[in-house]
């Protein structure tokens, strides 16, 4: 076996991940743990500076209710979510962010994150939910303060590790095991309570760009089903596993739309001119009652554009010119409160992308595109799980407390599994978080977890035979490839192992062609899934012939084999639900219709690590009364 | 190449324990050639897996001697156009050059508060009671007086 150093990390609470909402569970645990003297570590595979899903920076707030000021209820936001996701939310857990969200973006703004107000000093709306900022430090500020109340507690942040397995003791999670990607080193974190929020998932499906674009995803390459492998190995009980998201942007390089569409008014039409939500209205009617109410969902936005594009009518357009002379018309009569306004205009939408998409600022450079002369394209992204924003993916989590529901078993945000908690893209049927309520929910998880170890808290036991046996697997593709290299003249072809980079696009193919992504036009059918599986079967079989040449190469190995997982639980659930009921996620062609009394329900799956059998299950709708 | 590194700027980050692309990278994907054996020259950085550049520039933003840029992807992007960051301690300026030619500057606020100065609590009064509805820094973060319930 390859031979690695054995560093073995003892703590109260391991936090695993340093997005955004693992700085929310490290923000807020801290200041628990300080109280009761208990110890914090968090550990993130990257730099917390930059790291995770907002790296980049974001140019809005997503979530922010307004309860102080009487803008919206935490009720409204219920229904708002409950609308989008076709009836398929957690209400609980939607309820239980969006009541805390509005102190989270308080303290960010306290932090130093520029978000706009205007002349009465009230916040910018974007949209009825959506807050402009500055955001290009966004990330920054946060890691700080999760920095800062980590230092102040007296816990530890290692940076540089990439976690890959959980350690259990039964049904009870008490640590986790990975490797540096800095120096050959393999870590063994043991803890009473362990915070999974490692987010979410991109490159299951195969991208658009397979060149040297090939990362250019929407959502980050490095997302790579980390937090799902984890909380699955784990034996948690995860839902919405069908629940990918699909985001319609500009076409190539996945700048935002947010501003065109909400700020700037601007509509969308096909190469024929006509806008397919006006056009195609009538569709609507066959995803009742979610299609006829405000807003129209997003995966039925997503679909009406699909139609037209599958109808030959595309490319798609976003109509910047049209939106930008229609704000400018308000000026006519003024021509210098006009060029002003243009300025400022302008600066809005290049901000738009820089903060957070500058490779839509260097494409639309490079096509001289001029947005107040001529439209630009669009289209839908690669399919990405990410249970933050209009999809659903994650683990089934314990519910709030003070909420009379089904759904509690302890402790909020625990999962299945007892003293494993997730938030964010880690945890299932609570969408539209965003940036905000993820942070948000890490905080509300982070201070469960705390409570946890102060109830039930035991010294964890770890077997360590077990511990020698995940290092032995994990370390493997490093031995293989170091058995084998020199039997070929070229050591990337080699009948003994297959290298990541091949393993990954052959899992991107299945998924594509197989489970309904771009090529396939977003659709599948039973027969497709199950062929799928045979081949996800082969797949999984030759995971452990991965090989890798060194530290970096091995973290590829581990990414590939989590979102092999993330790829079959998505597969199993797409099989299982015998509906379409997000038509502009996924289309399943031999049941083209929602169907409301057998699945008004969610779709929950568990592996059973005893077994290695998967279990499928329907879980009721809860709605809060009244609501 | 999505970032890249100019050979003639890129000192290593010389004397220090790490090189600040290195560093920074969230997709662990830039490497410091210490001997040259990699072929891309000592004490020379390079991006290891171009394929997997996110083109997030924190590596271009981080860099002491403005040795590393963007290049649009290859395999869209027509060539000609660059977005060039310079990033202070509270603002940050971009120049976008065109294929055209033609130049656009635009500076944005990066934060309002001193580096490094982020309180947790954010000033805010806290409590004791971790059996409540209420996180550490609530109801007052909220600017309410109680935590929402439902009705």
Redesign the interface.
């Known amino acids: 076996m390859a031979n690695f150093e054995t560093v073995e990390v003892s703590t109260d609470l391991l936090i695993l991940g340093g997005g955004f909402s693992a700085c929310g569970a490290a ?2 645990a ?3 743990a300080k ?1 009761n003297g208990l110890k914090v570590v968090m550990v993130d ?3 917390i ?4 899903a907002v ?2 920076g974001l140019s809005a707030i997503n979530q922010y209710v307004g ?2 000021d009487g803008e919206n ?3 409204d936001y219920v229904r708002y979510v409950r609308q989008d996701l076709m009836g398929i939310s957690r209400e609980d857990l939607v ?1 239980n962010i969006a ?2 969200v ?3 973006v ?2 960010f703004e ?5 978000i706009w107000t205007d002349e009465e000093g009230k916040y910018v709306h974007e949209g009825r939910w959506q807050l402009m900022i ?1 955001g ?2 966004y990330k ?2 946060i890691a ?3 920095k ?2 980590i230092a ?1 507690a007296g816990g530890e942040i290692i940076e ?1 590790i990439f976690i890959v397995d959980p350690l259990m003791d039964g049904n009870k999670c008490v640590g986790a095991v990975g490797f540096s ?1 800095r120096e050959d080193k393999f870590y063994v974190f043991k803890a009473k309570a362990v915070f999974a929020g490692m987010g979410g998932a991109v490159h299951v499906f195969r991208p658009r ?9 929407w959502y ?3 997302n790579s089903a980390s937090t799902a492998y984890f909380t699955i190995q784990a034996g948690a009980e995860m839902t919405c596993q069908e629940v990918r998201f699909i985001p319609v942007r500009f076409k ?2 996945y700048g935002p739309v947010g501003a065109w569409f909400l700020l700037f008014k601007s509509r969308a039409i096909s190469s024929e001119g006509g806008d397919y939500m006006v056009v195609r209205v009538d569709e609507l009617q066959n995803w009742a009652p979610y299609g006829l109410a405000k807003p129209i969902p997003a995966n039925l936005r997503n679909y009406l554009g699909m139609l037209d594009v599958e109808a030959g009518l595309g490319p798609l357009y976003m109509e910047t010119d049209e939106a930008i002379q229609k704000l400018a018309d308000a000026y006519k009569d003024d021509p210098k409160a006009f060029k002003k306004k243009m300025k400022e205009l ?2 809005e939408a ?2 738009d992308f ?2 957070m998409t ?2 839509q ?3 639309w ?4 595109v001029k947005p107040e002369e001529k439209h630009s394209e669009i289209a839908a992204c690669e399919p990405y799980f990410i249970g933050s924003h209009s999809g659903a993916s994650g683990a089934w989590v314990s519910g ?4 009379d529901t089904p759904y509690k078993w302890g402790y909020e945000n625990m999962t299945t599994v007892d003293a494993l908690f997730t938030a964010g893209d880690g945890s299932g049927a609570s969408s539209h978080k965003f940036s905000s309520g993820s942070h948000t929910e890490g ?2 998880a982070g ?1 469960a977890a ?2 946890y170890i ?1 109830e039930k808290g035991q010294e964890p036991s770890v077997d360590m035979a077990k511990v020698e046996e995940l290092k032995k697997k994990i370390l493997a593709p490093i031995d293989l490839f170091e058995t084998h290299k020199g039997e070929f003249t070229d050591p990337e072809v080699n009948t003994h192992y297959v290298m990541p980079r091949q393993f990954l696009h052959r899992l991107q193919k299945i998924m594509d062609e197989y489970a309904g992504g771009v090529t396939s036009a977003f659709k599948t059918s039973k027969s497709l899934l199950e062929r799928g599986l045979e081949l996800m079967a082969l797949l999984s079989e030759d995971s452990d012939k991965q090989a890798a040449r060194d530290l ?1 190469e091995l ?1 590829r190995v581990w990414e590939n084999t989590q979102r092999m997982w993330q790829a079959e639980a998505h597969i199993r659930s797409i099989l299982f639900r015998e509906e379409t009921r997000w038509p502009g996620y996924y289309f399943r062609s031999d049941t083209p219709k929602m169907d409301d009394e057998n699945w008004l329900c969610f779709t929950n799956c568990r592996w059973d690590p005893g077994t290695g059998e998967w279990d499928m299950t329907k879980k009721d709708v809860w709605n ?4 | 190449m999505p970032s890249y590194v100019i050979r003639e700027k890129c000192d290593g980050c010389k004397g220090q324990d790490r090189t600040a692309c290195m560093y920074i990278c969230p997709n662990d994907l830039m490497v410091l050639d210490v001997d040259g054996s990699a072929g891309y020259g000592e004490m020379k950085a390079y991006n290891r897996d171009p394929q997997m550049c996110w083109e997030c520039m924190c590596c271009v933003k981080l860099c002491p001697q403005q040795a590393m840029d963007v290049r649009g992807y290859s395999d869209f992007v027509p060539m000609g156009a660059s977005a060039t960051p310079l990033r202070g301690t509270e603002d940050i300026m971009w120049t976008v050059k065109f294929r055209d030619g033609s130049i656009k500057r635009f500076k944005f606020t990066t934060r309002t508060t001193p580096e490094g100065s982020a309180d947790p609590l954010a000033g805010f009064p806290t409590h004791d009671d971790i059996n409540s509805n209420a996180l550490a820094t609530e109801p007052a973060s909220a600017g309410l007086d109680a935590v929402p319930t439902p009705k």
């Open positions: 923000t807020e801290a200041y628990w109280k595979k990257a730099a500076d930059r790291s995770g790296a980049m309860v102080k209820t935490v009720e309820y009541r805390h509005d102190s989270t308080h303290m306290k932090w130093g994150l520029n500055n290009e430090s920054i500020l700080e303060a999760a800062n109340a102040d540089r990607t760009s397979v060149g040297e674009g090939f990362g250019r995803s980050p390459p490095f190539d390089a302008e600066s290049w901000e820089l903060d500058i490779s600022a260097i494409l450079a490079s096509l001289n709030p407390e003070d909420l905080r509300i201070k705390i409570k102060l970096h973290m809060i009364p009244g609501v």
